[in-house]
T-cell receptor
Framework: AQKVTQAQTEISVVEKEDVTLDCVYE???????LFWYKQPPSGELVFLIR??????QNEISGRYSWNFQKSTSSFNFTITASQVVDSAVYFC?????????????FGPGTRLSVLP | DAGVTQSPTHLIKTRGQQVTLRCSPK?????VSWYQQALGQGPQFIFQ???????QRGNFPDRFSGHQFPNYSSELNVNALLLGDSALYLC????????????FGQGTRLTVV
């Protein structure tokens, strides 16, 4: 069975602090994709990153970075020097089986509040 | 280039009624998926349409049905509405390719009273 856990329900930080959002997943497949999406108050889910199960390289994109570790089934997301505009709900998602990336299992989300 | 558009934005229905939600995919996309997001929870997969057929389905009752048209747009129909159907309904479009990212619309907020 596939499952995504985001243990942190809500996080509050002060602007310019670094913050890490945790994601732990469960899957029986050896081939799968992991995603992070951001959901601002407008409701639209905004794609942040995709990582396939064969690529454990960490990635940095501006203030965002991701740490993928298959050994611990974790795909954590770090925002460096957080800004008020980063305030949103962040979802980790898993896609496995055929048509990867089409059918997501989402975690419950982590609500991030960045205070000025 | 328009992204994924959904209509209506908000909707209020009475228990027992039927509702139809609409989605136009991002230009060039051929696959549409629907998700239900209850308040404070992550989205849950309802079903996916490709080539006008339902290709995958999540754990939702038959009251939830859909359709995809030749222009790739899609409808989600829910019959015999229950109070528990109140949620944000999100449409996602993508290409039928491994690892293709999905683009989401802003959703339709359905309230059942």
């Amino acid at each position: 069975a596939q499952k995504v856990t985001q243990a942190q329900t809500e996080i509050s930080v002060v602007e310019k602090e670094d913050v890490t959002l945790d994601c732990v997943y469960e899957t029986r497949d050896t081939t799968y994709y992991l995603f992070w999406y951001k959901q601002p108050p407008s409701g639209e889910l905004v794609f942040l990153i995709r990582r396939n199960s064969f690529d454990e390289q960490n990635e940095i994109s501006g203030r965002y970075s991701w740490n993928f570790q298959k050994s611990t089934s974790s795909f954590n997301f770090t925002i460096t020097a957080s800004q008020v505009v980063d305030s949103a709900v962040y979802f980790c998602a898993l896609s496995e089986g055929e048509n990867y990336g089409q059918n997501f299992v989402f975690g419950p989300g982590t609500r991030l509040s960045v205070l000025p | 280039d328009a992204g994924v558009t959904q209509s209506p934005t908000h909707l209020i229905k009475t228990r027992g009624q039927q509702v139809t939600l609409r989605c136009s995919p991002k230009s060039g996309h051929d696959t549409v998926s629907w998700y239900q997001q209850a308040l404070g929870q992550g989205p849950q997969f309802i079903f996916q349409y490709y080539e006008e057929e339902e290709r995958q389905r999540g754990n939702f009752p038959d009251r939830f049905s859909g359709h995809q048209f030749p222009n790739y747009s899609s409808e989600l129909n829910v019959n015999a509405l229950l109070l528990g159907d109140s949620a944000l309904y999100l449409c996602a479009s993508s290409l039928m390719l491994d690892g293709a990212e999905a683009f989401f619309g802003q959703g339709t907020r359905l309230t059942v009273v």
